[in-house]
């Protein structure tokens, strides 16, 4: 019998590639929710497509949805409420949580507390919300699979280990498209600049946080709570051929790593199917010969400062790393919207980070009220330092 999907965030890059890996599957998957924030009309071609159950778009501003053409036997809803309906559809088995930003948290923790597995592409969820995140895994019988491929990766070397076996996770970094530029020159960066990145196809968002490397700072966080894992255990390495997608150290010296090419269609089939396999010949087949030479980098912290502010927060703990995140989110909008140079990003960071006083994350209301404060103060920021 086919396994119910929920897909959150549809039309973005994430959602897209979930799409097409579902459409290889239709005997194990049937999609019965798809939601997209504002993208009416991606949503009603996917709708389309794969006739769901319910269609959401969060966005109820968004005007003239109607003339998109819903399908028949579709039930359209509007509004954040309809995306956590979305979150615990009765006949969803699986959430897919592809929802770009903190604006994630609360439908990881709907699915979560429903009891559904959860696809989980929002690292932001955890970043934010860790501690509620876990918490509403233990308590309510559901699970967390990773679909980020470092922490898929991840996974995937642990499988039949024991987690007390773990010495260090190394994440990699493909050092984005300003791996060897010079401060100077990432100042002044453009967004067409920061969004081309050599590897992988991705969102604007995450590109530039790529960019900034403060996308690996929040991957650092997300290992922390993903694996229990202290912050002295984790590592990252520039990588730029992006072909190992992370490595386990075992205490006997032992290494494992996982690779292959960059695609996103594996850690989201992998999540799908996890613990086991399925059988998918659409990926482009790894070869090493083609691959090639294999070079790591150290990172720079001095060169990209918004990977050490993250990782201070993620040891800080508490708020402070939904902080971080809140105020990455503003300052990428800035930067994006012309408004904030490249070279300002940390800076706005920083200044949201400065002005908060920790908390411990013991509930939604906490982890919303510091991402709002830090809204306040990053945009502020953006405004004194921008262009």
């Known amino acids: 019998m086919a396994l119910g999907v929920s897909l959150l965030g549809c039309t973005g890059s994430i959602g897209r590639s979930a799409l097409a890996v579902l459409a290889r599957h239709p005997d194990a998957f049937r999609i019965v929710a798809l939601a997209s924030h504002r993208n009416s009309a991606g949503l009603m071609e996917a709708a389309r497509a794969v006739a769901p159950d319910l269609a959401v778009l969060v966005d109820d501003t968004v005007a003239g949805l109607e003339s998109d053409g819903v ?7 509007t509004g954040r409420a309809a995306l956590l309906e979305a979150a615990a559809h009765p006949d969803a088995d699986i959430v897919i949580n592809a929802v770009v930003g903190a604006a994630g948290l609360e439908a990881t923790l709907t699915a979560l507390n429903a009891g559904r597995r959860l696809a989980l592409a929002n690292k932001e969820s955890l970043v934010a919300g860790g501690p509620l995140v876990l918490q509403a895994l233990a308590s309510a019988g559901g699970q967390l699979v990773p679909i980020d491929s470092e922490h898929s990766a991840i996974l995937q070397c642990l499988a039949g280990e024991d ?57 650092v966080i997300e290992t922390h709570f ?17 072909i190992i997608h992370s490595m386990v150290e075992f205490i006997d010296g032992s290494i494992v790593a996982q690779m292959g090419f960059p695609t996103m269609e594996l850690p989201i089939l992998y999540a799908l199917t996890w613990p086991g396999r399925r059988c998918d010949t659409a990926s482009r087949p790894f070869d090493p010969v083609e691959a090639r030479t294999l ?11 918004a990977f050490g502010l993250g990782i201070d927060a993620g040891r800080t703990g508490g708020t402070a790393p939904a902080v971080f995140n809140a105020a990455n989110e503003v300052a990428v909008a800035g930067f994006l919207s012309g408004r904030l140079p490249f070279g300002g990003l940390a800076g706005v960071i ?29 945009a502020n920021a953006v405004r004194k330092q921008g262009i």
Not at 226 to 236: H, K, P, V
Not at 295 to 305: G, K, S, V
């Open 163 to 219: 987690r007390g076996g773990v010495r260090r996770v190394i994440l990699t970094a493909s050092g984005g498209p300003f791996r060897d530029a010079t401060v100077e020159a990432m100042a002044g960066a453009t967004p067409e600049q920061a969004l081309r990145h050599p590897t992988w196809a991705m969102g604007a968002k995450i590109s530039v946080d790529s960019a900034s490397l403060a996308n690996k700072a929040l991957e």
């Open 295 to 305: 070079t790591f980098e150290a990172l720079d912290r001095a060169r990209f400062p």
């Open 350 to 378: 920083d200044a949201a980070l400065s002005a908060h006083e920790t908390k411990a994350v013991d509930s939604l209301e906490t982890v919303l009220d510091a991402d709002r404060q830090a809204r306040e103060v990053a």
């Open 71 to 77: 399908p028949a036997g579709v039930t359209l809803r």
């Open 226 to 242: 993903l694996f229990g894992l202290g912050y002295d255990s984790i590592e990252t390495v520039v990588h730029p051929q992006s």
